[in-house]
């Protein structure tokens, strides 16, 4: 494989285009979207180190959206033949890959409730639920604080929101002692109060059972290891 640093807002891989490789996040931030003709654009994921974003390239010949970068980031490129020859010597390789697109697809169902149910305040708490713990299962949290350069523009293109109702919750998210943001840094002093706030069950990203929160129908506890 080889690896590429890029800036921040930049294009992996476009819509479009066709792909001979796929990408792993080393480090930084991606995101996957789609831009129509008149220029607006919907953000639909957020990727953290350890994602793999495109392992449907290898069946698909034409990408139907754009992955950029939200920060600074380091990724690496694994060819499709690689990739090929890897999964077809490692079967339980070519399962995990499997798994892990299946993982994706239940995170894009739970955007589409995002979108659709949950107020304004419930979708953002929601999104930073989800990436908090998406970086804590690869150790990537220190306490309840983690890095988060998302803007408030993308904030606005995730969950369908204008900047000024992003602006707005924002403040309302810290007034409430809910986060604190500042300076691309995110904490949370207490995830009860945002998982509430963002009827949030992580049972959609499938962390291993000694990750996962309990569902809102049990007590609320996080069990995290090591």
């Not at 957020?46 to 990408?63: C, K, Q």
């Not at 999104?127 to 690869?138: P, T």
């Not at 890095?147 to 000024?164: E, H, R, W, Y």
């Amino acid at each position: 494989m080889t690896v590429r640093d890029f800036r921040g807002d930049e294009d992996i891989i476009r819509d479009g285009d066709r792909a001979s490789q796929c990408c792993l996040l080393l480090e930084g931030f991606l995101c996957r979207y789609k831009t129509l003709a008149d220029g607006s654009r919907t953000i639909m994921a957020f990727y953290v180190p350890g994602d793999i974003p495109d392992l449907h390239s290898l069946h698909l010949g034409v990408m139907d959206h754009t992955l950029g970068t939200v920060a600074p980031s380091r990724v690496a490129f694994i060819p499709h033949d690689a990739m090929r020859r890897l999964t077809h010597r490692h079967p339980r390789l070519a399962d995990a890959f499997w798994r892990d697109t299946l993982i994706d697809a239940a995170v894009f169902r739970e955007w589409i409730v995002n979108l659709g149910s949950r107020d304004a305040c419930s979708r953002i708490a929601h999104l930073l639920c989800e990436i908090f713990l998406k970086l804590k299962a690869v150790g990537l949290t220190q306490d309840n604080a983690f890095d988060f350069p998302v803007t408030q523009s993308k904030i606005a293109d995730a969950t369908g929101l204008s900047n000024v109702h992003v602006n707005r919750t924002l403040m309302e998210l810290r007034a409430d002692g809910v986060i604190t943001l500042e300076r691309g840094r995110c904490t949370i002093p207490d995830f009860e109060r945002l998982r509430n706030a963002a009827m949030f069950d992580d049972a959609y990203l499938h962390l291993p059972a000694k990750q996962q929160l309990k569902s809102p129908q049990g007590t609320a506890e996080l069990s995290y290891a090591g």
